[in-house]
Nanobody
């Protein structure tokens, strides 16, 4: 029932930065955790970063040290700060909420990030 809306995507030069936001229509505390995924052209969706409730985040090896996931529970929003962007970071980025059971995840609509060389 909680809707996720992403903003912040766009075009950026290699080496630049973007910050993606994911605003939830309800409390993000209703999720076990939140995550960012991406789907690069010609590839399947992959996990970028995951932040479990009250636990430290986990990152994909390809973005570790460059991306940071964070949470603002008061605003029911999570963020993905992306620094030192590379061409291969070009993808549609999705926000997702992990339910506190084995139900399917809740997904945002996706936002395009394009990194130019």
């Amino acid at each position: 029932q909680v809707l996720l809306v992403e903003t912040g995507g766009g075009l950026v030069q290699a080496g630049g930065s973007l910050r993606l936001s994911c605003a939830a229509s309800g409390s993000i505390a209703s999720f076990y955790g939140m995550g960012w995924f991406r789907q690069r052209p010609g590839k399947q969706r992959e996990l970028v970063a995951h932040i479990p409730d009250r636990r430290s985040p986990v990152y994909a090896a390809s973005v570790k040290g460059r991306f940071t996931i964070s949470r603002d529970s008061a605003k029911n929003t999570i963020y993905l700060q992306m620094n030192n962007l590379e061409f291969e970071d070009t993808a549609v980025y999705y926000c997702a909420g992990q339910p506190r059971n084995y139900s399917p995840w809740t997904w945002g609509q996706g936002t395009q990030v394009t990194v130019s060389s």
